[in-house]
């Protein structure tokens, strides 16, 4: 059996298997893109073959046609005219293979797309799904509430780290401080040397202002004292 004989019987048999897988399909309702794709490829493969089988042929042709030359110059025409008539074949199928390659990808981006649009689908009713228990409000009264516990805790962790149980005396830490100042001048002047000795006595733990207060109110009560003593 020759190699056309073997093709075309590959063809029809295809083609016959494919009839048959179609009437089967169509009477499911029709081929899935993914069939059909698959049958597209098939048919390019086929095509595909063909274009090799008709380029050797056509390369045979030429080298029948330079064999005989001028020799043979009726068998030499007779080789041309098939190459030409196998050129044109060829030409035929490229452009074929041009069509089902075009439809191939546009069924293939088709394909894809429907498969995008149908994920996306799906997320679209899960995200509802989600969302269908949540309520707007009850959200911006829970993150309210959240803010306020917040700013309680913040209060309460201040309050605990803050100062507790200690109030001084501030005329007490004052007298105290002068009393400081009064042993470091002492210190200081006995280190000098040569000078006359401080007194030993301990300056007024007061204030000025506080020690013409008490002063007053010592004149005050010696005053009270003399017209108690007059009255009597």
Not at 197 to 207: A, F, G, I, M, T
């Amino acid at each position: 059996m020759s190699k056309i004989s073997k093709l075309f019987k590959g063809s029809s048999s295809s083609s016959s298997s494919s009839s048959s897988k179609s009437k089967h399909h169509r009477s499911r309702g029709g081929a899935s893109p993914q069939e059909a794709i698959h049958r597209l490829r098939e048919t390019e493969e086929m095509l595909t073959k063909k274009q090799e089988y008709l380029e050797n042929r056509i390369q045979q042709e030429i080298t029948i046609a330079k064999k005989h030359g001028t020799k043979n110059k009726k068998a030499a025409l007779q080789a041309l005219k098939r190459k030409k008539r196998l050129e044109q074949q060829l030409t035929q199928i490229d452009g074929t293979l041009s069509t089902i390659e075009f439809q191939r990808e546009a069924l293939e981006n088709s394909h894809t797309n429907t498969e995008v649009l149908k994920n996306m689908g799906y997320a679209a009713k899960a995200m509802k799904q989600v969302h269908q228990n949540m309520d707007i409000d009850k959200i911006e009264d829970m993150m309210q509430d959240i803010t306020e516990q917040q700013d309680v805790a913040q209060e309460i962790s201040q309050a605990i780290s803050g100062s507790f149980g200690e109030t001084f005396d501030e005329d007490e830490l004052l007298a105290e401080l002068e009393e400081l100042q009064q042993e470091e001048l002492e210190n200081s002047m006995e280190s000098m040397g040569g000078l006359p000795s401080v007194p030993s006595s301990k300056l007024p733990s007061s204030r000025p202002g506080q020690r013409a207060t008490t002063k007053k109110r010592v004149e005050d009560e010696d005053d009270m004292h003399m017209l108690a003593s007059w009255a009597t």
